[in-house]
């Protein structure tokens, strides 16, 4: 059998290279929305109409219209030419650039797959000129009346790739990705109008001249009231824009907007970073919403590493990224953190039994839950015993921070779970005291991990039966252990000795905490931020219970113990502490408004 000789190497012919290109920097139709708005921006244009057009299946045409610089007549044609661009001369002037385009492709891609129409008229000229190019081949050319600036029309979009057209998603999602993009331009370029039409319907319209608050108001009132203003400079980076309330966050980093230059990227180093600036005040697993707009020079950044420049290097990232972390942790310092105890976008109806049952007006049904209940006494003195625990290792001489934390009156307890108090406007207070607690003792653990972990010997060491695998996985993670005050040997096959603890645990834990506390950090794997997990996990067994009825004194101090935490309005895991009820929500929840 003869082989088959090997193929050739030769040089693709134009028409494929602009169809791989094309691929690379088209991939849908918001795909040209984004690089024709960008090109629109870099004109200096001050507004740019996206209008939509499309059928029952599919977008049929695409075109924005902007006020900007146009185009001279002689370099209309060139326009339309692979890494045709005015943006740059050199390699040298990457390092310089603040465009936003530099490659010289997007209107090379766009043209390689659809039919396109461009009308523009530089300011300098008294004509405009017409084009019209179809698969990057011109069909027509000449001189036409047009306003200074640009219109550009995209139709027969993918005719040339029908395969693409068969990967888009529906119409409605297509459209609700142009959208979307319409929408971030809209804020990261406050001072530019944009209107979007779809099917001669004016589905929005950003006014010029405006804030980025004022912008996000009008777009995202929902989130509006909920953000949270940062503005930095260090060392000629430069940091501005919003990061939400802890109250308000997703699930994912879709509603983390980032901007180097003005120009959108996606990084999940920098959501990383944003995402730690938080630390413990939202849910491991979570993200915030952000707008942030970062400027730094431009030789510090490198854009051309992506077709579409969504993604980017910054020299010194370490140190940027700290940068990023460190300012997000400051904007939220002095906040009022507490979570609000009915949401603004749901509607209460309150049924009154009465309501239900006229007869039963003003009868009093007593449940077991309302009978009055009186704390034990071994449950008091665990309870005493772990406050007196955390009131001994509480930082001494620490400032009382007023601004962090609100003066509290005392009221008593709901479902042995729940303080209640009332600050001085007369605002209902809700405080988790499991969770409250929670924070007392992190945060505790994390001073004595800076300061050199104490830990306390048993008199009694708790030996550990395992498997096979956990005995294996606490041999690995003993380090971890042992930095975090456990003390820990091998005591024959598949078993273990605790001979040490975490002073903040006390010396009156029982046996079965220790275990479990081990199994839950067993339980969990090797995870990146093992020490954190142990720090957790140690908090929590170590912290008052729900469901433990507590004194007027015991509540006091619980309250008074989570005022001088670093963050009192979470537990470390992000669980809100506080729950707030205004004055203004109750008279309303009353309807005395």
Not at 142 to 163: K, M, W, Y
Not at 572 to 586: D, E, N
Request: aromatic fraction near 4%; glycine fraction near 6%.
């Amino acid at each position: 059998m003869t082989e088959k000789p090997a193929p050739h190497i030769r040089i693709l012919d134009g028409e494929t290279i602009n169809q791989i290109a094309a691929g690379e920097v088209v991939e849908r139709p918001a795909s040209i929305v984004k690089e024709l708005v960008e090109n629109s921006i870099d004109a200096g244009a001050v507004t740019i109409t996206v209008e939509i057009s499309s059928n029952k299946k599919e977008i049929t045409r695409i075109r924005i219209i902007d006020d900007g610089s146009g185009i001279p007549a002689n370099e209309v044609p060139l326009a339309f030419s692979p890494h045709a661009t005015s943006k740059i001369q050199t390699a040298e002037d990457l390092n310089t650039c603040r465009t936003l385009g530099f490659r010289g492709e997007a209107l090379a891609s766009v043209a390689a797959i659809a039919y396109v129409t461009m009308v523009t008229r530089s300011r300098s000229e008294d004509a405009g000129t017409r084009l019209i190019i179809s698969g990057g081949e011109i069909l027509e050319q000449g001189a036409t009346g047009a306003p200074a600036g640009t219109n550009l029309t995209v139709e027969e979009i993918f005719f040339t790739t029908p395969a693409r057209r068969k990967f888009l998603k529906s119409l409605a999602t297509e459209l609700s990705r142009i959208s979307s993009v319409i929408e971030v331009f809209s804020l990261l370029y406050p001072a530019i109008t944009f209107r979007y039409i779809l099917n001669g319907h004016e589905k929005s319209t950003s006014h010029g001249t405006r804030t980025l608050g004022e912008v996000m108001r009008a777009l995202r009132p929902d989130e509006a009231s909920r953000m949270i203003q940062i503005s930095s400079e260090e060392h000629g980076v430069f940091l501005d824009g919003f990061i939400s309330h802890p109250e308000l966050i997703r699930q994912n980093t879709q509603r983390i907007l980032i901007a180097v230059n003005g120009r959108m990227i996606v990084s999940s180093r920098i959501s990383g970073a944003i995402r730690a600036g938080y630390g413990t005040l939202i849910p491991s697993h979570s993200f915030p919403v952000a707008v942030l707009m970062i400027t730094l020079d431009p030789a510090r950044v490198d854009a051309n590493i992506h077709p579409t420049k969504r993604e980017i290097r910054i020299s010194n990232e370490a140190d940027f990224l700290r940068f990023i972390a460190s300012r997000v942790r400051e904007a939220l310092q002095g906040q009022d953190l507490s979570h609000s105890g009915v949401s603004d976008k749901r509607e209460i109806t309150l049924v009154t039994e009465e309501q239900r049952n006229p007869a039963s007006a003003y009868r009093i049904h007593e449940t077991p839950a309302q009978r009055v209940c009186e704390a034990t006494l071994a449950g008091y003195r665990t309870t005493t015993r772990q406050l007196r625990q955390t009131r001994l290792l509480m930082e001494p001489g620490e400032p009382d921070p007023e601004s962090r934390f609100p003066s509290l009156t005392y009221i008593g307890q709901v479902a042995a779970t729940y303080l209640l108090a009332s600050n001085n406007v007369g605002d209902l207070i809700l405080i988790d005291q499991h969770a409250a607690h929670e924070r007392v003792r992190y945060d505790q653990l994390k001073r004595e991990q800076r300061e050199g972990t104490l830990s306390q010997e048993l008199l009694v060491p708790v030996v550990l039966q395992l498997s096979t695998s956990e005995a294996h996985l606490l041999g690995e993670i003993r380090s971890d252990l042992e930095d975090e005050g456990f003390h820990l040997e091998p005591f024959g096959k598949d078993t273990w000795c605790v001979r040490s603890v975490p002073v903040v645990l006390g010396r009156c834990e029982d046996p079965d905490a220790i275990k479990e506390i081990i199994s839950g950090v067993l339980s969990g794997g090797q995870e990146n931020r093992m020490q954190e997990s142990v720090s957790r996990l140690v908090a929590c067994r170590g912290a008052v219970k729900a469901g433990v009825i507590l004194t007027p004194e015991q509540g006091e101090e619980i309250i008074g113990q989570l005022s001088r935490t670093s963050e009192p309005y979470t537990c470390p895991h992000g669980r809100p502490t506080i729950i707030s009820f205004t004055r203004s929500k109750l008279e309303e929840l009353f309807r005395r408004k």
